[in-house]
């Protein structure tokens, strides 16, 4: 019998996934739709796995050579204003290849994988980038794995005010589109990062749009852009949202994390 404390024996034998949390959601949204980690376990929910947490910004990163898959989500926070934690998820990430494990870092992850790995992060001269989007594949992202069966253009659901300017040596641009040029890469065989939330919902988005209305009028006045009734105009691209096929994407992720522990494949 397990002892006290322990998972039950079902949950022991599933395949473990690594999620590292850098931060904590609006609080309005945490009441709703829980924390960042919240947010990938259900969309991960018809998928038979069992997850751990470490929130980098209180305690060491793991290494994640004991778990199947890594994935780091996004923050409020900003790779351009570091912070110590930052560091030390960074020297995590440039050795992200190296255990072998799949790693999807998400919008702030993704930022954090390209700075860590000497690619380069910009405050977005586009300014916000936020709700319902398109991303456009590359040829090299049509032939990868994490891809594998999405269309292009792709909708995809973003919130980000910075983007990645400036890939890292030696990754393959997967995705892009005229806001954040590279959207996707891929670092390997198996690391990537994609500035878009694959796990977040349209609840999700709606309610980070009306949090930010006063930002986001601010944000399209200073693009040119007519700032009166632009969180309608992005409320109402919500509301045509498919998210079916970056849910595809997720279960992509955790197809390629179950390959690569298969026995007898190289890791």
């Not at 969309?43 to 898959?69: I, K, Q, Y």
């Not at 255990?99 to 992850?109: D, R």
């Not at 806001?179 to 990062?193: K, T, Y």
Request: charged share 25%; aromatic share 6%.
């Amino acid at each position: 019998m397990a002892g006290r404390g322990a998972p039950p024996a079902f949950l022991q034998s599933l395949p473990r996934v690594l999620i590292i949390r850098t931060g904590s959601t609006a609080i309005e949204v945490q009441r709703r739709h829980g924390d960042y980690d919240r947010w990938f376990r259900d969309a991960l929910a018809e998928h038979d796995l069992a997850f751990d947490l470490c929130d980098a910004t209180r305690a060491a990163v793991p290494d994640g050579s004991a778990h199947v898959g890594i994935i780091v989500t996004g923050s409020v926070k900003s790779v351009l204003s570091p912070e110590p934690w930052m560091e030390r998820l960074a020297a995590v990430l440039r050795r992200a290849e190296q255990p072998g494990v799949p790693v999807l870092a998400v919008c702030f992850g993704c930022q954090a994988l390209a700075q860590a790995s000497g690619g380069r992060v910009v405050r977005s001269p586009a300014g916000w980038e936020i709700g319902a989007v398109e991303v456009t594949l590359t040829g090299a992202g049509r032939l990868d794995r994490l891809f594998e069966g999405l269309p292009s253009p792709l909708p995809v659901l973003a919130t980000h005010e910075d983007r990645v300017e400036a890939l890292p040596p030696g990754a393959v641009l997967l995705a892009g589109n005229d806001s954040a040029p590279i959207q996707a890469f891929r670092l390997g065989d198996s690391v990537w990062g994609v500035q878009f939330h694959p796990e977040a919902t349209t609840a999700i988005l709606r309610e980070l749009i009306l949090l930010r209305r006063a930002t986001l009028e601010a944000d399209a006045r200073a693009h040119g852009r007519e700032a009166e009734g632009e969180v309608e105009r992005l409320l109402r691209r919500l509301e045509r949202f498919d998210a079916r096929p970056a849910r595809r994407l997720l279960g992509n992720f955790v197809r390629a994390c179950l390959r690569d522990r298969e026995p007898g494949r190289p890791m």
